[in-house]
């Protein structure tokens, strides 16, 4: 199993730009999350899903979109970039819901200039 | 809604010494209670997970937590501090579809 792979690893952005964060899992996990990680302040919930067809807003959904037509598969849609979405990115999955062992990505350092 | 607070930002050992790390959360249900680690440049690993069973959790690497409700904590601790446990240590509080991170301490390991 390849476990959750994120792409890209790397991005540098201009303000105002759009462009989608990829993320896969083989593990047939039905709970699938984004989060971002900032200093001094951990990781903040981005979006998450409990399935396919199923999302919903965690605590800092502004700016970005998400979909989950499939169980394997769930971007991450920045739609207007912005300097303050300068982060780092990980995606997670688990097999039950967040109670359960989280699989993180490796992660995407994203700059927005 | 949910929290976490991690107590201390940044603490710092000696090979060989004991590890707190502190961590109290707030929760309207009865929460899963998590401790991730992260390496410099690495992804997130976890180290324990508290479920409402036993209230003393064993992890790896030598680490265990106790979930006391009383004092809404779920503190890590490890007898003997290694080298390789520099890194950043994050507690973590769930209900059903919302986790919540902590801000992180950054364990310091002196030889």
């Known amino acids: 199993n390849a476990g959750v792979t994120q792409t890209p690893k790397f991005q540098v952005l201009k303000t105002g730009q759009s462009m989608t964060l990829q993320c896969a899992q083989d593990?047939?996990?039905?709970?699938m999350s984004w989060y971002r990680q900032d200093p001094g302040m951990g990781l903040r919930l981005i979006h998450y899903?409990?399935?396919?067809?199923?999302?919903d807003q965690g605590e800092v959904p502004n700016g970005y979109n998400v979909s989950r037509s499939t169980t394997e598969d769930f971007p991450l849609r920045l739609l207007s970039a912005a300097p303050s979405q300068t982060s780092v990115y990980f995606c997670?999955?688990?097999?039950?819901?967040?109670?359960?062992?989280?699989?993180f990505g490796p992660g995407t350092r994203l700059t927005v200039t | 809604a949910q929290s976490v607070t991690q107590l201390d930002s940044h603490v710092s050992v000696s090979e060989g010494t004991p590890v707190l790390l502190r961590c109290n959360y707030s929760?309207?249900?009865?929460?899963?209670l998590f401790w991730y680690v992260q390496h410099p440049n690495k992804g997130l690993q976890l180290l324990l997970k508290?479920?409402?069973?036993?209230?003393l959790v064993k992890g790896i690497n030598g680490f265990e937590a106790e979930f006391k409700k009383s004092e809404t904590s779920f503190h890590l601790t490890k007898p003997s501090a290694h080298m390789s446990d520099a890194a950043e240590y994050f507690c973590?509080?769930?209900?059903?579809?919302?986790?919540?991170f902590g801000a992180g301490t950054r364990l310091t390991v002196k030889p």
């Open positions: 997670a999955s688990s097999s039950g819901t967040s109670g359960g062992k989280q699989y």
């Open positions: 593990m047939n996990h039905e709970y």
């Open positions: 899903s409990v399935g396919a067809g199923i999302t």
């Open positions: 929760s309207s249900y009865s929460p899963s």
């Open positions: 508290y479920t409402s069973a036993a209230t």
């Open positions: 973590v509080v769930s209900d059903y579809s919302d986790m919540r």
